[in-house]
């Protein structure tokens, strides 16, 4: 089964600066997707960004962009510039690409707070 | 826009009492699905269903049941709630296949067991 771990239970960072967070997993997998979502105070579950390890460019959406090390099973999220309104709780994810079930695997989450 | 609503966003109820969480989509998804949020525990899955009347075992399925009579359509039963099953439930719905493409999310219903 896969695990996804996040070991950092919280974070904070100055409006306008960069903040990275971090997410390891394991699988014996070769072929699969990892996601970062947001949850805001809203509870509303947001997509951020999303990779398939086939590929080895890292994924970049505006301010937020990945680092994703396949060999070392690490996928951390890189947020610059952050604005008041990227607080909020960061999960990172991850999804076997065989089968049609496309069940998600969570890690345990990261408080963002956002510092003015 | 996919849309993916929950049937109550607070819920209060009693222990031992029987317990419906109501979830519908409006973009004709095979796959559905129901997991549990709790603090430093992530989300959870329950229990997911790939087509109406088939239901598959999530990582917590006890104390849960789950009906799909419909497509649009996904329920989570507990038979007899417990404290324990105080927490926030987020339902999702995906296309089956393969691809990028996410699960889209629910509002979620923040259940209280007293």
């Known amino acids: 089964a896969q695990t996804v771990t996040q070991s950092q239970p919280e974070m904070s960072v100055q409006e306008a600066e960069t903040v990275t967070l971090s997410c390891t997993y394991d699988?014996?997998?070769?072929?699969?997707?990892l996601f970062w979502y947001k949850q805001p105070p809203s509870r509303q579950m947001i997509l951020v960004i999303r990779?398939?390890?086939?590929?080895?460019q890292n994924a970049t959406e505006n301010r937020f962009s990945v680092n994703f090390q396949k060999a070392a099973k690490s996928f951390s999220l890189k947020i610059s510039d952050s604005q008041l309104g990227d607080a909020a709780m960061y999960f990172c994810?991850?999804?076997?690409?065989?089968?049609?079930?496309?069940?998600?695997?969570f890690g345990s989450g990261t408080q963002l707070t956002v510092l003015p | 826009d996919v849309k993916v609503t929950q049937s109550s966003r607070y819920l209060v109820k009693r222990t031992g009492e029987k317990v419906f969480l109501e979830c519908v989509q409006d973009?004709?998804?095979?796959?559905m699905f129901w997991y549990r949020q709790d603090p430093g525990l992530g989300l959870r899955l329950i229990y997911f269903?790939?087509?109406?009347?088939?239901?598959e075992k999530g990582d917590i399925p006890e104390g849960y049941s789950v009906s799909r009579e419909k497509k649009e359509r996904f329920s989570l039963i507990l038979e007899s709630a417990s404290t324990n099953q105080t927490s926030m439930y987020l339902c999702?719905?995906?296309?089956?296949?393969?691809?990028?493409?996410?699960?889209?999310f629910g509002p979620g219903t923040r259940l209280t067991v007293l």
């Open positions: 699988t014996s997998e070769s072929d699969y997707y």
């Open positions: 990779q398939e390890a086939y590929k080895q």
């Open positions: 994810a991850y999804r076997s690409a065989a089968g049609s079930a496309r069940q998600l695997t």
């Open positions: 973009m004709d998804h095979e796959n």
């Open positions: 999702a719905s995906i296309q089956a296949g393969v691809g990028t493409d996410t699960q889209y």
């Open positions: 269903s790939y087509d109406v009347k088939m239901k």
